[in-house]
């Protein structure tokens, strides 16, 4: 009986003995921590401040939508419009720091890290929007893209908004001396305040998502900005008078924190480029549809009276706005303009 209580305690000491030296393998062995990491849910928050009817909003949606489901759910792009995680001013540092993955602010707001990028915001540097995506893609558009990468950025693409066109409450702007002595909301761009302190005008620097409450309150007069932009934030209801001026193109910029790109595992970067190429296209088509959409309920509204500039007064403004250009090339030279469409016939 004493050998049968023996050999139990053996067997079980035995037992204990192969159990320890399997879990100490298990620490000595680990599991491969890529491996570990790519079986894991991957999340990105993407933080933007305009609403989820512009061009912006619905692509921004419809691109969580193909990753998640091209991804099998593995990668999820998780949206906040509207400002309510990050107002505009707070994006950028919120990015940068790490505390969302990605986000799409206008180009000028780009313009205070590197200034080269506010030659897209030059009046009348584009005819269109192909001439746009071509100046992007060019080499010296690739160029500026390529100075994101000192501040920790990662740029994926560009998205459309469209044409800005002028509204204010005070009296319709047909030359370009009626915006003389008007408020005007602008963003964060020295070129932007540069366009319209030439012609005597006031620009103030004020986040979009306020801009609503600074009109009402009579803070400002008027501003710029997109026909998509303008209806999804009602400003129309507060002015009322529309130029369909043209004068300066709207975009976005598509970024991602540099050191969270790099710690992706290259297959997702691969899905996330590729979606993007693809919502990139459609968002560019959307952009000018939904452009022709609001354009015509504004007519239909008959609530704010529009002026449309012709050919030729398109042409007097571009020559008022050419001091802007001398300012440009004089803070941050002279490569970024000639390379514009509308230089290109002169080299």
Same mark, same amino acid.
């Given at each position: 009986? %004493?050998?049968?209580?023996?050999?139990?305690? +053996?067997?079980? =000491?035995?037992?204990?003995?192969?159990?320890?030296? =399997?879990?100490? !393998?298990?620490?000595?062995?680990?599991?491969?921590?890529?491996?570990?990491?790519?079986?894991?849910?991957?999340?990105?928050?993407?933080?933007?401040?305009?609403?989820?009817?512009?061009?912006?909003?619905?692509?921004?949606?419809?691109?969580?939508?193909?990753?998640?489901?091209?991804?099998?759910?593995?990668?999820?792009?998780?949206? +906040?419009?509207?400002?309510?995680?990050?107002?505009?001013?707070?994006?950028?540092?919120?990015?940068?720091?790490?505390?969302?993955?990605?986000?799409?602010?206008?180009?000028?707001?780009?313009?205070?890290?590197?200034?080269?990028?506010?030659?897209?915001?030059?009046?009348?540097?584009?005819?269109?929007?192909?001439?746009?995506?071509?100046?992007?893609?060019?080499?010296?558009? !690739?160029?500026?893209?390529?100075?994101?990468?000192?501040?920790?950025?990662?740029?994926?693409?560009?998205?459309?908004?469209?044409?800005?066109?002028?509204?204010?409450?005070?009296?319709?702007?047909?030359?370009?001396?009626?915006?003389?002595?008007?408020?005007?909301?602008?963003?964060?761009?020295?070129?932007?305040?540069? !366009?319209?302190?030439? =012609?005597?005008?006031?620009?103030?620097?004020?986040?979009?998502?306020?801009?609503?409450?600074?009109?009402?309150?009579?803070?400002?007069?008027?501003?710029?900005?997109?026909?998509?932009?303008?209806?999804?934030?009602?400003?129309?209801?507060?002015?009322?008078?529309?130029?369909?001026?043209?004068?300066?193109?709207?975009?976005?910029?598509?970024?991602?924190?540099?050191?969270? %790109?790099?710690?992706?595992?290259?297959?997702?970067?691969?899905?996330?480029?590729?979606?993007?190429?693809?919502? !990139?296209?459609?968002?560019?088509?959307?952009?000018?549809?939904?452009?022709?959409?609001?354009?015509?309920?504004?007519?239909?509204?008959?609530?704010?009276?529009?002026?449309?500039?012709?050919?030729?007064?398109?042409?007097?403004?571009?020559?008022?706005?050419?001091?802007?250009?001398?300012?440009?090339?004089?803070?941050?030279?002279?490569?970024?303009?000639?390379?514009?469409?509308?230089?290109?016939?002169?080299?």
């Amino acid at each position: 009986m %004493w050998s049968n209580r023996f050999a139990r305690s +053996f067997v079980s =000491v035995l037992i204990f003995i192969t159990i320890l030296l =399997v879990s100490c !393998q298990e620490d000595v062995y680990p599991t491969d921590n890529e491996q570990l990491s790519h079986e894991e849910q991957i999340v990105i928050r993407f933080s933007h401040v305009v609403g989820e009817n512009t061009p912006k909003g619905m692509a921004a949606v419809k691109f969580a939508e193909l990753i998640k489901e091209r991804s099998n759910g593995h990668v999820e792009i998780q949206v +906040f419009p509207n400002g309510v995680l990050y107002k505009d001013g707070e994006e950028m540092n919120a990015l940068l720091r790490g505390d969302i993955q990605m986000i799409a602010p206008a180009i000028s707001k780009i313009t205070t890290l590197v200034p080269e990028w506010s030659v897209m915001d030059l009046p009348y540097a584009f005819k269109n929007a192909d001439e746009v995506h071509t100046y992007v893609n060019s080499a010296v558009g !690739q160029s500026l893209m390529t100075k994101l990468n000192a501040h920790n950025l990662f740029s994926m693409g560009v998205w459309d908004s469209g044409f800005k066109q002028l509204s204010n409450s005070i009296r319709p702007i047909e030359a370009v001396q009626d915006l003389n002595g008007l408020r005007m909301r602008i963003m964060p761009s020295d070129i932007l305040a540069e !366009q319209f302190s030439i =012609v005597g005008a006031y620009p103030k620097r004020i986040d979009f998502n306020t801009v609503f409450h600074q009109l009402q309150r009579g803070n400002v007069d008027g501003q710029e900005n997109t026909l998509t932009n303008i209806t999804s934030k009602n400003l129309h209801s507060l002015q009322d008078y529309l130029t369909i001026s043209n004068h300066g193109y709207l975009g976005y910029l598509l970024l991602m924190n540099h050191e969270f %790109w790099n710690s992706l595992p290259e297959d997702v970067q691969t899905l996330l480029i590729e979606t993007l190429e693809e919502v !990139q296209e459609w968002e560019w088509q959307l952009a000018e549809k939904l452009t022709a959409e609001r354009l015509e309920e504004m007519k239909a509204c008959d609530c704010i009276k529009i002026y449309n500039l012709s050919d030729e007064e398109k042409e007097e403004w571009e020559s008022a706005f050419e001091p802007v250009y001398r300012y440009y090339a004089e803070n941050y030279g002279k490569r970024y303009i000639q390379a514009l469409p509308k230089n290109q016939s002169h080299h």
